[in-house]
């Protein structure tokens, strides 16, 4: 089905509340994050080692890949590999069917959404129960989050009061934040000591030593990792580092970017089951290696940089068209600047390429990406392919097929047009000089703008008018 | 090989021009980012500093004086139930200073079974949990605890108040700092190290801040300043 980006767009900026939920979340994140970076040359520093870690672990991928999987399973954690959602499913879903569970607790994990998890475990009668409290939430509303980070940004906790008070037994309305988080407590550590089986993401997977890594500040995440009798941490194949080395400026990075923490609350490092004598911990823990077209961005040079992505979030704080229109609108897993670079190359072009016109390329995101991935020029560069003449080369999928032909055919006149100076002028000439005949509606443009009106003289006759002024005044000295 | 994996890893190994692209790219990235030092007292004031930022509680003490402080603690706080480690000198002094304080109903309790057999009152009975600390990262106001049979996982994260015992000399100045002290890189990785660096918060409604999400509510340090400054 195609994404309506356009039209859920426009729904939200028509929106008050809405508008008022992601203003006042933007402007916090922002100024946070701010604070965190004081030091402008040490920032700069900073994401260039990020950069480099980065390229050059993506540089040498599948070795790494293979040298985690072997650590990994030296250290007793058993390895899977999905290339799609549906693979990643099958595998979660045989891992808990193989025990007889019936209840999973997870952390939040982005990846776990992107395949769809939680759906496939419920058709499949296996309670999937979010317990990152901004997820707990999305979840208790049958919604999707809204950001990355903070999955329930969009709903101010008025909503959130109202939400609890009708969809928990016995909870009554209050609008106290501590309160609510009380109560949240309360039905998850209850959900934490029971459940067979708990779901993680993974932040960075490091090669060298088989450890998988979590950034957390509530502590959902080391319950759902220690709790229950089995662990699975499900990850996309670019999340893997090659050494210990690479985590500390990683982390700072990370958690600076995302929410303006030197550090988040738990930096949790798992590298094996429980061991004989230790008293908890999983007593099994499975790797999911995702791919789901990451391997085929991998391919294009360009496209490639993608895969630096650590998640932070950054980019749709700092992005204008997100900060008002909110991350449902894109009707994506991913929202934002790189959820408009990841989800037209998970997805195709053809289902997801109009949200990348929900960009003003003003280069924000670009700026604040603390792995310096060009953001701007991939959302350029999807946008040439989700128009461009099919050529059988793009490997995008669904490349050119956003292509219009009337748009087509009005580049390609302005394309004649620029290539011919004579051409050229005598339009300008032409536009110019009947410059009070031109449309006064102009479609889309003119629904809240006034239609312009060409000048009466082009540029090029001012300049000429002004070196012939220049040449007679040298003259004349 | 699953055909998953060998698919995936071919698709990558197929790439040749990226992987070639990337290399130049970035041997061309120059950086001279450094994990910060710190000298004493510097060192000391920047951990403190970022620890009670993360709202953490740090109260200074010494040697010979923490088993009276940690039972003032208790008696402010009317801990009952209180988790630790037998087996642990710190967890022996603990013990010696119940008893001898004999006005504290306090009842001591070690995490000497599985978890599965231990839900009940770790989830619904303890006050509190009272713990080690492997090392201190001043950069980031951060405790470095390394679980392990004595010491189990949960307790620094189940009970709502986590009191951790901290000496000044093990106060490293960055995480880097630690990887290179801990030898991990080359000795392998203990089952779960965690970085604590605060009690359990949340800022997911509405950006307001509550602590105590799923973890502890509170996270008192009792640091033993054993360095001569």
Not at chain 1, 44 to 57: D, E, F, P, S, V
Not at chain 1, 76 to 85: D, K, L, N, R, S
Not at chain 1, 333 to 338: A, E, N, Q
Not at chain 2, 98 to 109: G, R
Request: hydrophobic share 35%.
């Amino acid at each position: 089905m195609n994404n309506h980006f356009r039209e859920q767009a426009i729904d939200a900026l028509a929106d008050p509340q809405l508008r008022d939920n992601f203003r006042g979340a933007m402007d916090f994140l922002r100024a946070k994050r701010q604070s965190a970076f004081t030091d402008t040359e040490a920032l700069k520093q900073l994401r260039a080692l990020g950069h480099k870690i980065k390229a050059n672990t993506l540089a040498r991928l599948p070795d790494l890949l293979e040298q985690l999987e072997q650590n990994c399973l030296q250290n007793g954690i058993q390895v899977h590999w999905a290339e799609t959602p549906e693979q990643a499913c099958e595998v979660i879903h045989n891992i808990i069917s193989a025990q007889n569970g019936q209840l999973a607790v997870k952390g939040k994990s982005m990846v776990s959404e992107e395949v769809g998890l939680n759906h496939y475990l419920e058709k499949r009668g296996i309670e999937s129960l979010e317990s990152d409290m901004g997820e707990y939430i999305v979840q208790l509303a049958n919604e999707t989050p809204s950001h990355i980070i903070m999955p329930a940004i969009h709903k101010s906790k008025e909503q959130i009061a109202h939400l609890f008070e009708d969809k928990i037994e016995g909870v009554d309305y209050t609008d106290n934040v501590d309160e609510l988080i009380g109560t949240g407590r309360q039905i998850l550590r209850e959900k934490f000591s029971q459940a067979d089986v708990g779901i993680s993401g993974v932040n960075f997977a490091v090669a060298e030593t088989g450890t998988l890594c979590l950034v957390e500040n509530e502590g959902n995440g080391r319950m759902c990792t220690t709790v229950p009798s089995t662990h699975i941490a499900i990850t996309g194949i670019e999340k893997v580092v090659a050494t210990l080395d690479d985590i500390p400026p990683l982390l700072s990075l990370l958690t600076r970017s995302a929410t303006g923490q030197n550090i988040s609350t738990y930096f949790n490092m798992i590298s094996s089951p429980r061991k004989t004598g230790e008293k908890d911990g999983p007593q099994s823990v499975h790797l999911v290696l995702l791919d789901n077209g990451r391997s085929r961005m991998y391919q294009d040079e360009n496209l490639q940089q993608t895969l630096r992505c650590i998640r932070c979030g950054a980019c749709m704080n700092h992005c204008p068209v997100y900060s008002r229109i909110g991350g449902h609108a894109y009707g994506t897993v991913y929202p934002g600047p790189i959820g408009q670079v990841v989800m037209p190359q998970i997805d195709g072009l053809d289902k997801q390429g109009e949200m990348t016109e929900g960009c003003s390329l003003n280069g924000a995101c670009g700026e604040v990406c603390p792995v310096e991935i060009p953001l701007p020029n991939l959302i350029r560069k999807l946008r040439e392919q989700k128009s461009a003449k099919p050529d059988g080369h793009a490997l995008t999928p669904g490349a050119g097929s956003q292509r219009k032909p009337k748009e087509a055919f009005a580049w390609s006149l302005w394309q004649t047009l620029y290539g011919q100076p004579w051409l050229y002028r005598f339009v300008t000439k032409m536009a110019t000089r009947l410059r009070h005949a031109s449309p006064r509606a102009i479609g889309g443009w003119t629904r809240y703008r006034t239609a312009p009106k060409p000048a009466p003289k082009s540029l090029h006759e001012l300049m000429s008018q002004r070196a012939e002024a220049n040449q007679t005044d040298g003259a004349s000295k | 090989m699953s055909s998953a994996k060998a698919n995936i890893l071919n698709r990558l190994r197929s790439a040749t021009t990226p992987s070639s692209t990337t290399k130049s790219d970035t041997q061309s990235i120059s950086t001279s980012w450094k994990p910060p030092g710190y000298d004493q007292p510097e060192r000391f004031a920047r951990f403190k500093e970022a620890l009670q930022a993360s709202h953490a509680e740090i109260i200074e003490t010494s040697e010979d004086e923490w088993p009276k402080q940690l039972m003032e603690i208790a008696a402010s706080k009317c801990i009952a139930q209180w988790l630790y480690n037998p087996s642990s000198e710190s967890g022996l002094r603990l013990e010696q200073q119940v008893v001898a304080t004999t006005q504290c109903n306090i009842q001591l309790i070690p995490y000497d079974q599985p978890v599965e057999s231990f839900k009940t009152e770790l989830f619904n009975q303890i006050d509190a949990s009272f713990t080690d600390v492997e090392a201190g990262i001043a950069e980031t106001g951060t405790l470095v605890l390394l679980p392990d049979q004595d010491e189990p996982r949960l307790m620094s994260l189940v009970p709502p108040i986590h009191i951790a015992l901290f000496r000044e000399s093990t106060l490293l100045n960055s995480f880097s700092e630690l990887i290179a002290q801990q030898q991990w890189s080359t000795q392998g990785m203990p089952t779960n190290a965690l970085l604590i660096s605060g009690p359990s918060k949340t800022a997911d409604i509405q950006q307001t801040l509550a602590y105590g999400a799923h973890g502890p509510k509170e996270l008192i340090v009792l640091v033993i300043r054993d360095i001569q400054t």
